[in-house]
């Protein structure tokens, strides 16, 4: 079992029993521990670094109820936490706790140049600590299952995402169980009520039968399972098409080299400067193979397949037609899960 998905409910593994076997990748390039996304030592800081008392906390996730409930009743540094949240009554629904309109307004305005970097924008449950997450075994499918960076670039990142979707899609079913089962408060009852509700909701997930699993996996579901599968699938077959062109999300120096993003501004590499000559060439028809034979002539710099394949898993370059292309955010048509919310 992945170490990201530890420690979820037990009703949650006999709904997905595929978990066991998803042979889902560490992320070892997103090394929280040092957090990747700050300066490394003797480095100055950048503008692409995040800041170091957010991190990429820079978020409020949407805790389904029973969740919440969860997170409340370990009576640790995280219940304190939800507590403290909860006294704005403002996001706290039937279905859990979601971000006050104040902070989404915010975070969608900002998203660009704050998500990482916004003081504002910490999440009400992160705390100074090192590692930092105080409702860590309680955190929802998107704070499991989310990178800066990825091992094998977009592809993979595509493929985390859909086990994100598969989870909260599950977060929101178990979340609408319980709302059905047990009476929600009114909007007037005051935060105990509606902490001890909360609670509640995390028994009944605690009570849920395994029998009743295959009746809790929906059709919908069913569908997010398999994309989920494709999108694994997918990773170790990605193919560098011969004729690609540049999809560059942004450039910015780094000391003598340059560094670029495709796919992620978050997720990307250092390179020689010489590396526009190759791109130049990249016209829609000329082969990559003959524009790095180009780049060679003029500046000595060489583009072999391994790094072309590295500045395709980037999306730093892709297929000329977004169609063909199967690892475009846009094929993948990402779902609208938490409009259900
Ligand atoms: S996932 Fe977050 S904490 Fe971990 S390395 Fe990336 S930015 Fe840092
Ligand atoms: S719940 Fe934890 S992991 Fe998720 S954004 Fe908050 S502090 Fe970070």
């Known amino acids: 079992m992945h170490s990201q998905l530890q420690g979820l409910p037990d009703i949650v593994y006999a709904m997905l029993p595929e978990l066991e076997s998803w042979d889902l990748p560490e992320e070892t390039l997103a090394d ?20 170091e008392r957010t991190k990429c906390c820079t978020h409020h996730p949407q805790l389904a109820n029973y969740l919440v409930g969860r997170a409340l009743r370990r009576n640790d540094a995280g219940s304190e936490r939800i507590r403290e949240r ?8 039937r279905l859990g706790l979601q971000p006050p309109t ?37 955190r929802n499918s998107t704070c499991r299952t989310w990178f800066c960076k990825s091992s094998k670039g977009l592809p993979q990142k595509l493929s985390w995402t859909a086990v994100r979707d598969v989870l909260a899609r599950v977060e929101l079913d178990l979340a609408n169980h319980c709302a059905a089962k047990v009476s929600p408060p009114s909007e007037a009852d005051t935060s105990a009520v509606w902490q001890a509700w909360f609670v509640r909701c995390a028994t009944v997930v605690d009570d849920i039968s395994p029998v009743a699993a295959p009746i809790l ?24 098409p011969d004729v690609v062109v540049p999809s560059v999300g942004s450039v910015f120096p780094d000391g003598e080299q340059i560094r670029l993003t495709g796919y992620s501004p978050y997720d990307g590499t250092t390179l020689s400067p010489h590396i526009f000559s190759f791109l130049s060439h990249l ?29 395709f898993t980037l999306r730093i370059i892709r297929a000329p037609q977004l169609n063909d292309d199967p690892y475009s955010p846009e094929a993948a048509s990402p779902l609208e899960l938490f409009s259900d919310w």
């Open 86 to 93: 909860m006294k704005n009554p403002e996001g706290r629904t």
């Open 102 to 138: 104040s902070y989404q307004t915010r975070y969608e305005a900002t998203r660009a140049s704050g998500f990482g970097r916004d003081d504002a924008l910490i999440c009400p449950f992160r705390s100074q600590a090192p590692l930092s997450c105080s409702i860590w075994q309680d």
């Open 283 to 311: 016209d829609g028809t000329m082969t990559w193979q003959d524009a790095a034979q180009c780049c060679f002539a003029a500046t000595g710099f060489s583009v072999d397949r391994t790094l072309a394949t590295h500045l």
């Open 217 to 240: 996996r929906s059709d919908r579901l069913n569908m997010l399972i398999d994309r989920a599968a494709d999108q694994r699938r997918a990773v170790n077959a990605t193919a560098l």
């Open 32 to 51: 929280c521990a040092r957090c990747a996304m700050r300066p490394r030592a003797g480095e100055a800081e950048r503008p692409w670094h995040f800041n």
